[in-house]
DNA sequence: GTGCAATTGTGAAACAGTTCACAAACTGAG
DNA sequence: CTCAGTTTGTGAACTGTTTCACAATTGCAC
């Protein structure tokens, strides 16, 4: 039975995992799947499986499995991925500039409306079809597009200004590739990415001689 | 004392934090600088952060604390970033083309020695500074420069062949933003990365109404 | 129908990661 | 040299996550 408790991060990351391998399931034609086939292609066992879909509802058949396709819209919903979300992005670099010609996040529902900039060569311009704003015009204009989730892609050294302005219009969510600390308010949720760090974990493997690798199941 | 256990992937990450930290008041012209303080700045516990180190050594100084150069160094040769590491990136798409211009890799030690694409239109020219190559000559090149980690950026659908030509070359860390499954002989270290997935975890915490969010420390 | 095989859903057990709490070790003042 | 004040390093306790194991269900064959 569904019980209303703290979801782990790894259990909301794991059902976007289980949400891909549902899309592919539904594209070949399955009908239904059962956790220990779900777990082999997400290299997690099927009980991992099960309880973290557990802590949802209940949404398989005993002897069957879960429908393919009734699953794949549930963890939809759950991720609130079965809607369209406003997107803006701030900083035009290398990361944002990126970011703007992502397929994946069109595909998933995420639509970049707005990109901004606080170089005067950019502002003005199109960028992969999206008009570059000045960055001057921030708040006004995630309030007036109705943005609900920004990414912030901006040297680090100007990231909390950024986002201070962010939070004061209103945005309750960021992800923010700036290499560095950011502070908001309570209410807002902000996740850090940092590919630096992505290539620093494999230079930690590679370094040795901290670490044994684990068996694998 | 120091004992050799497997490390955790957060204690891993928490090093990278620390080593920016250290890197900041190095610069700030610290000497020193206590568990309590370095937690505020990375938001953890000062427990966490003297466990965390406690598994690589003892590196500080009762009733003084740590010595902020010597402990910046003695984590950049944990991380192994106390030296250069050789990258190829394979795919130059939105993200394969940010990463070759993303500085901060080059100020990491992690330096772009070559970069691959299948698209005729792009081998044999130059993109910020580095020459594209022709993925069928992944292989001999990367054999040939010494690379030592990979960064794969091309499509789902390509990526899992890219990968087993990586893994025949010889190279031990693959870094894929590609958002599929890959396979790699347990010799090999491989990370996927997926941002997609990070705004998901943004719409999760938007859409409710499962999740509550715990009170902050 | 009945029975067999398959698979879920879930408490309980095992494991992993974090925080506590305190002895040990150091600094600096007097 | 001693003492008060700090802060580390680390077992032990705690908290959170993953895995186990099994009753409960269902599908399907006959």
């Not at 986002?163 to 309570?186: C, H, M, Q, R, Y």
């Amino acid at each position: 039975m569904y019980k209303s408790k703290r979801i782990s991060d790894s259990t909301i990351h794991r059902l976007s995992l289980y949400y891909r391998s549902l899309a592919a399931l539904e594209k070949s034609g399955h009908q239904t799947v059962c956790s220990k086939e779900l777990g082999k292609r997400e290299k997690l066992t099927p009980a991992q499986v099960r309880k973290d879909l557990s802590f949802f509802g209940s949404f398989g058949t005993r002897g069957l499995g879960y429908p393919v396709r009734e699953l794949k819209d549930k963890i939809a919903e759950i991720l609130g991925i079965n809607r369209t979300w406003n997107v803006a992005i701030v900083g035009v670099g290398n990361i944002g500039s990126a970011l703007i010609g992502y397929k994946e996040f069109q595909k998933q529902g995420f639509h970049i409306r707005l990109a901004f900039d606080n170089d005067q060569r950019k502002i003005g311009s199109l960028h992969k079809g999206i008009l570059i704003s000045d960055v001057k015009e921030l708040k006004p204009l995630l309030r007036k597009n109705g943005i609900q989730m920004v990414i912030v892609a901006v040297p680090a050294g100007s990231a909390q200004a950024v986002v201070d302005e962010v939070v004061e219009a209103g945005v309750k969510a960021i992800l923010s590739f700036a290499p560095t600390n950011l502070k908001v308010p309570e209410e807002v949720f902000l996740r850090t990415e940092n590919m630096a760090i992505e290539l620093e974990h494999l230079s930690f493997h590679l370094a040795k001689p901290y670490y044994r690798r684990p068996a694998r199941p």
